[in-house]
C-alpha cells in the first residue's frame, strides 16, 4: 500500500512539473502547511453503521483517513473525493492528515459518533450577522450524533444543509419575514432528533441612513454592486468613518446600480428633498435616484437626476420629490453612479441620506454668508452678536459677512454668546473645531463651549484658546479628544477676553467648521 501511495505521488508530481513547464520558478518549499482540516462525517440511516468520509481543507494534495476502530491500513483520498468506512456502534477518534505538494502535512482527529439511538441534548444556535439583517448563522450540539442538517424554511422543496458540531453555517434571506429554521440530529440508524426555531428577518433601515452602526442589505444590478467601507476622505463635508461604496466594474451597464430598501415607506407628506453626500473621482457624472414600491411598477416609479460638481471630494446632492404621490408609499431608494456610461472600474462613495424640507439649515461649517438663514443668537452677561458686514477683510479672510461680538462696558467676565444649530455635530471622526477670529488685542482667552439642544452642567464641554494677532485675522483650535459623540452636542456657546470684565470691544468670528 506504500509503494502505491509512492507511485500515486510520484505522478501527481510528475502532473504539476508538465504543467508548469513554462513557469519553473515554482518554489515547492515556500507552500505551506495544509490549513482548515476537517471533514464532513454522514451516516447512512439503516443501522448499518456506514459512514461517508468527506474530508475538507487548504492547500492540500492528499488525505489519509485513519478510522481509529483498529482498522491497520488507512484510505488515501484526493482532494473533493470520499470514501466510506463501516463502524460499530460507538465513539470514535479518527485521524485525518491532510498533505501538500511538497509533502507538508496537517493532522487532526474528527470524533465519529456511531449510534442507532435517537440524539438527545439538542442545542441549536441561532445568531445574526452583524450589519447585515438578512443574514443568519447556525450551529448546533448534541450527544449520540453523527452530523446534523438545517432546513431554513424559505424555499420549497428545500434540500438541507449537512454540517458537523463545531460548524457555522451562514445563510441569507431574500426578503423580510417569519421563517421556520429546523435542525435536525441525526443518528445512525432511522432515530433523530429535531428542533424547530422561528426567525423574524426585519429591516430596521430607514431615513436617515449613516452607515456608522448598519450596513442594508444591497440590492445590486447590472454590474454594479455597493458594499460598506471606510470613508475615502474624511473631512469638513463629511466627518463620518463609515459610508457606502459603488463599484462598477469595466463593462457594466449603463443603468447599473444599487438598491436599498427600507423598513416602512417614506413619508413625503410635508418634507419633499431627498439629500445625499457622494464623492467621485470626477466632476459632471450624473448620479440618479430612483424610487420604487416593494412591487416596483414602471408607471408608479419616479427618478431625478443631479449632476456632479467635485472630483475627488465629497459634496451633497439634493433630489427634489416635490411632485411624488405620497400614495404610492415609495420603500425601496435606487441608486446609479455615471449613469447611461459603460463601467469603467470606478469606486465611487456615498453616505446620510436623508429627507428634508430643502430649506437650508444651520449645521457646520458656519460661514455666515447665507441670504436665507437666521443666526439667532442668544446672548448673556452684557454680550451682544450679530451678523454684519467683514469690517477688516483681509488676511486669511476676506468673506463678505461674519459675526460680530459685543462685550459692553461692565460686562461679566462670563459674558458670551450661543447658536443652536439644527442637528448634532458628528464628532465619530473629527473631534476639533477651528474658528477664524479678529480681536484688538493678542492674548486675550477665546473660549468655546459645548452644550447640548437641552443644556445640563454635567454634559457641557468647554476649551480654551489663546489669541497671538492683535487687529488681525488668526484661526484658532478648540480640540475636543475625549467628546463623548452620542451626547449630541447641538449649541455652540463663544466668550471672547474669557475671565476679564468687559470693556466695550468688539470681537469678530468666522469659518466655524471641524477639522481633523
Known amino acids: 500500500m506504500k509503494?502505491?501511495?509512492?507511485?500515486?505521488?510520484?505522478?501527481?508530481?510528475?502532473?504539476?512539473?508538465?504543467?508548469?513547464?513554462?513557469?519553473l520558478d515554482v518554489d515547492l518549499d515556500a507552500l505551506v502547511a495544509p490549513q482548515n482540516i476537517s471533514a464532513l462525517t454522514t451516516v447512512t440511516q439503516d443501522n448499518t453503521g456506514k459512514v461517508t468520509f468527506l474530508p475538507r481543507g487548504e492547500g492540500v494534495t492528499q488525505y489519509e483517513i485513519l478510522f481509529g476502530d483498529g482498522t491497520t491500513e488507512p484510505a488515501y483520498v484526493n482532494a473533493g473525493a470520499t470514501v466510506d468506512h463501516t463502524y460499530k456502534e460507538g465513539v470514535y477518534n479518527a485521524k485525518i492528515v491532510a498533505t501538500t505538494l511538497n509533502g507538508k502535512k496537517t493532522e487532526v482527529t474528527q470524533v465519529v459518533t456511531v449510534s442507532f439511538l435517537a440524539p438527545t441534548n439538542l442545542a441549536p444556535v441561532i445568531s445574526p450577522v452583524l450589519g447585515d439583517n438578512f443574514s443568519i448563522t447556525?450551529?448546533?450540539?448534541?450527544?449520540?450524533e453523527t452530523y446534523f442538517q438545517v432546513f431554513f424554511g424559505d424555499v420549497a422543496n428545500e434540500v438541507p444543509v449537512d454540517f458537523m458540531e463545531g460548524e457555522a453555517i451562514s445563510h441569507t434571506y431574500v426578503a423580510v419575514g417569519s421563517y421556520v429554521v429546523k435542525i435536525v440530529a441525526l443518528s445512525g440508524g432511522v432515530a433523530k432528533t429535531t428542533s424547530t426555531q422561528t426567525v423574524v428577518i426585519s429591516n430596521p433601515i430607514n431615513l436617515p441612513i449613516t452607515f456608522e452602526?448598519?450596513?442594508?442589505?444591497?440590492g445590486n444590478f447590472g454590474g454594479a454592486f455597493s458594499v460598506g467601507a471606510n470613508n475615502p476622505s474624511i473631512g469638513v463635508v463629511n466627518g463620518s468613518a463609515k459610508v457606502a461604496k459603488?463599484?462598477?466594474?469595466?463593462?457594466?451597464?449603463?443603468?447599473?446600480?444599487?438598491?436599498?430598501?427600507?423598513?416602512?415607506?417614506?413619508?413625503?407628506?410635508t418634507k419633499k428633498v431627498i439629500k445625499m453626500k457622494v464623492w467621485s473621482p470626477k466632476a459632471g457624472i450624473v448620479i440618479k435616484m430612483k424610487l420604487e414600491k416593494l412591487v416596483a411598477t414602471d408607471a408608479t416609479n419616479v427618478e431625478v437626476d443631479v449632476t456632479?460638481?467635485?472630483a475627488n471630494g465629497w459634496e451633497e446632492?439634493?433630489?427634489?420629490?416635490?411632485?411624488?404621490?405620497?400614495?404610492?408609499?415609495?420603500?425601496?431608494?435606487?441608486?446609479?453612479?455615471?449613469?447611461?456610461?459603460?463601467g469603467t472600474g470606478v469606486d465611487y462613495f456615498y453616505d446620510d441620506?436623508?429627507?428634508?424640507?430643502?430649506?437650508?439649515?444651520?449645521?457646520?461649517?458656519?460661514?455666515?454668508?447665507?441670504?436665507?438663514?437666521?443666526?439667532?443668537f442668544g446672548n448673556f452677561g452684557g454680550a451682544n452678536t450679530a451678523v454684519i458686514a467683514n469690517q477688516n477683510a483681509t488676511g486669511i479672510n476676506t468673506s463678505t459677512k461674519v459675526a460680530a461680538l459685543t462685550k459692553g462696558s461692565g460686562a461679566e467676565v462670563?459674558?458670551?454668546s450661543s447658536l443652536a444649530l439644527d442637528s448634532p455635530i458628528n464628532f465619530a471622526v473629527m473631534k476639533k473645531i477651528k474658528m477664524k477670529v479678529w480681536s484688538p488685542k493678542a492674548g486675550i482667552v477665546v473660549k468655546m463651549k459645548l452644550e447640548k439642544k437641552v443644556a445640563t452642567d454635567a454634559t457641557n464641554i468647554e476649551v480654551d484658546a489663546t489669541s497671538t494677532v492683535a487687529n488681525g485675522w488668526e484661526e484658532l483650535t478648540f480640540d475636543f479628544p475625549g467628546v463623548i459623540n452620542s451626547n449630541d452636542y447641538q449649541r455652540v456657546v463663544v466668550f471672547f477676553d474669557f475671565g476679564q470684565t468687559g470693556a466695550g470691544a468688539t470681537y469678530y468670528f468666522d469659518d466655524i467648521k471641524q477639522s481633523n
Open 3 to 23: 509503494n502505491l501511495k509512492l507511485i500515486a505521488s510520484l505522478i501527481v508530481f510528475a502532473l504539476f512539473l508538465g504543467c508548469s513547464e513554462d513557469n
Open 138 to 144: 447556525v450551529s448546533a450540539t448534541a450527544k449520540l
Open 213 to 218: 452602526t448598519a450596513v442594508p442589505a444591497f
Open 246 to 269: 459603488l463599484t462598477k466594474p469595466v463593462g457594466a451597464e449603463v443603468w447599473a446600480g444599487s438598491t436599498i430598501e427600507l423598513a416602512a415607506p417614506i413619508d413625503f407628506s
Open 308 to 310: 456632479t460638481t467635485v
Open 317 to 342: 446632492l439634493n433630489y427634489d420629490f416635490t411632485t411624488i404621490n405620497n400614495a404610492n408609499n415609495y420603500q425601496r431608494i435606487v441608486v446609479f453612479f455615471d449613469f447611461g456610461k459603460p
Open 353 to 376: 441620506i436623508e429627507l428634508v424640507s430643502g430649506a437650508e439649515t444651520l449645521v457646520l461649517p458656519l460661514s455666515f454668508e447665507s441670504a436665507t438663514l437666521t443666526y439667532n
Open 414 to 416: 462670563w459674558a458670551g
